[in-house]
């Protein structure tokens, strides 16, 4: 589990590092149908991976952490709070997480942390467009 977390947190910072402003607090959306207490010691583990990367919350990025309490109806309306904080990528966990913010958003990068047949679900059309803004792991 940690390695795939590494990946999500790799992929989540090369979108990062495209946009290239030096000076810039960068903001990070995590989604996930969970509870915050459910998933604690991923969003730990998160923290830590980001921070040996030099990403430290506070300093030169933040993190805004929505969680639908086990109740997947509330995830369209995270995803859409997260676009109104004008994000600039969003980190999803679990499959419906995905889908829902890909049914908001086709302008910010979505990378996928727990999502385990993206291309089959049609959470991703990477393999067919190579435009598209979806990246992710499998667990």
């Keep these: ?3 795939i977390l590494v990946a999500v947190v790799l992929l989540a910072v090369a979108v990062i590092a495209e946009a290239q402003q030096t000076g810039k607090i960068f903001r990070i959306g995590f989604t ?3 509870t915050a207490s459910g998933i604690a010691v991923l ?3 998160f923290r830590q991976e980001l921070s040996k990367l030099g990403w430290i919350e506070g300093k030169n990025i933040t993190v805004e ?3 639908a ?3 997947n109806e509330r995830l ?3 995803a859409a709070e997260l676009i109104r ?3 600039d990528v969003i980190v999803t966990g ?3 997480a995905t889908r829902s913010t890909k049914k908001a958003t086709s302008t910010i990068p979505i990378v996928m942390a727990q999502d385990p047949d993206p291309v089959a679900m049609s959470s991703s059309s990477a393999l067919r467009d190579r435009e598209a803004m979806s990246q992710g792991t499998q667990v």
Excluded: I, T
């Design 1 to 3: 589990m940690p390695s």
């Design 32 to 34: 996930d149908s969970s």
């Design 43 to 45: 969003v730990d583990a």
């Design 65 to 67: 952490y929505r969680f």
């Design 69 to 71: 309490e086990q109740k």
């Design 76 to 78: 369209p309306e995270l």
């Design 85 to 87: 904080l004008k994000v």
């Design 94 to 96: 679990g499959a419906q």
